[in-house]
Every structure is written in structure tokens, then in C-alpha cells.
């Protein structure tokens, strides 16, 4: 199955979409650059009450984070959980305005889903999203449930076959996570990307998981030029 690469992004894109139901070890390390600590946690729509973010949240939140520092030039940043809700976010040299990374790092971002130049559904419309292996097509595919009434968009979206769904995770620099191409109509909300290896089908998956309600706040920031540790989680 022909796959394509966006330069400028770090994600893949698909172009097959069908109808279908931590780090580990702990070192010292010496580092030389900008170390930076954010607590990730929801918000409970009906209480409006600071949740702190699931460690799968987390997990996604960092792969999603370092492919868009990678791609807006941040070259060798690395992300990675510290205990259950702390991203740490380590790049490798002096960066003179880090009042930019930091505000970059802290924009809110969602997901959408474009289709003929218009968004048809948000991050908001998704109840699911996992991958597995798909026996039909012997490889691996991300599979995901919308609601109702992004089921009802995707539904109208697919009417005719052929066409390019886009799916962005948008902010100051927006990354295409997917450009899947309709090839059948989606009539019940549930749908998968497929034509995946087991990494890109994993990566896929956190990307858009990491899109999914969660805020950033700045816990410290600090250029350092010393032993530090990494990988604990």
C-alpha cells in the first residue's frame, strides 16, 4: 500500500481509510541545555474540576510533543514522563528566547478533521482510539470511534469515495497526523487507518490520544550544565 511523507512534519501519511467496527531504566546523565517540567492534567467537563492526565495521556502528550518541536526545528528534543502526570522536556543546546519554546510548548491544541478546505469534526468527537493487528489486510491499523454527531459529519463526508481526509493537530504550527483517502462509506462512526507496521500504527494512536483535552502548566524551567537523571518514571 503506497504510503507518503510530508518533509516538513514528522507524521505519515495514509492513504487508506475503511469502514471497520516509558521509558524504563533510570540513569544519570550529563546534559547541557534547557530543561523544562510541565504538569499535564483535563478538565471534568460537568464539574469543571483540574484532573490530573492518565500516564497513557502522558505517554502520548510526549511523543506528540517532541515529533512538533522535532519538526519546527528543535532537532534532538527529548520528552519523557517523569512519575505519573510531569512531562520533562530536554533540548540539547542554548536556545537565547525561550519564552517562544515555553509559549509554544503551552499553546492549547485540539484535533480536527478536514475535508473539502472545512472542518467536519474536532478531538471533542472521539470516544476511542487504539490500534491492533487487522487480519484482513495482514498488517497493523489505528482504529477510532467518533460520537453520534461526528459520526453523522464523517457519514456525510464520505458520501462519495476517492476524496482526502486530513487530520491536523493544530496550534502555531499545525501537524498533519493523517491524510487517509476515503474508500468506502463510514455509516456508523467507528473507522480505521490501515496499512500500518506496529510502530507506526503505536505512534499514530498516541498522536492523536496526546490531542485529546489535556493542558500544559509550567511547573520549572531551568539551562543546565550538569548530571541529570533520565529515563525514570
Known amino acids: 500500500m503506497k504510503k507518503l511523507r ?5 507524521s505519515l501519511l495514509v492513504t487508506t481509510i475503511i469502514v471497520a467496527p516509558t521509558l524504563s531504566g533510570c540513569s544519570d546523565i550529563f546534559f547541557t541545555g534547557w530543561v523544562l517540567e510541565y504538569e499535564v492534567y483535563t ?10 492526565a492518565s500516564t497513557e495521556q502522558v505517554d502520548a502528550k510526549a511523543r506528540l510533543l517532541e515529533a512538533q518541536l522535532n519538526s519546527i526545528g528543535y532537532a534532538n528534543a527529548t520528552v519523557i ?3 505519573n502526570s510531569v512531562l520533562r522536556i530536554m533540548i540539547p543546546y542554548y536556545i537565547a528566547n525561550i519564552a517562544t519554546v515555553k509559549l509554544y510548548i ?11 478546505d472545512a472542518v467536519i469534526l474536532t478531538g471533542r468527537n472521539i470516544e476511542s482510539v487504539g490500534y491492533a493487528f487487522n487480519g484482513a489486510t495482514n ?4 482504529f477510532i470511534r467518533l460520537d453520534r454527531a461526528g459520526g453523522h459529519a464523517l457519514y456525510l463526508a464520505t458520501l462519495y469515495t476517492g476524496s482526502t481526509i486530513y487530520i491536523f493537530s493544530t496550534g502555531a504550527y499545525p501537524v498533519v497526523i493523517s491524510a487517509p483517502t476515503v474508500q468506502a462509506q463510514i455509516t456508523d462512526g467507528n ?3 490501515t496499512g500500518l507496521t506496529r510502530s507506526e500504527a503505536q505512534n499514530m494512536s498516541r498522536l492523536i490520544f496526546g490531542n485529546l483535552g489535556l493542558s500544559l502548566r509550567l511547573l520549572n524551567y531551568d539551562y ?10
Open 6 to 10: 510530508l518533509i516538513i512534519i514528522m
Open 43 to 52: 478538565i471534568d467537563p460537568s464539574t469543571l474540576e483540574i484532573i490530573s
Open 81 to 83: 514522563r517523569r512519575g
Open 106 to 116: 503551552g499553546l492549547p491544541r485540539t484535533l480536527e478533521f478536514w475535508h473539502n
Open 139 to 142: 498488517n497493523y491499523a489505528v
Open 191 to 193: 473507522f480505521s487507518i
Open 224 to 233: 543546565v550544565h550538569n548530571n541529570i537523571q533520565f529515563g525514570c518514571a
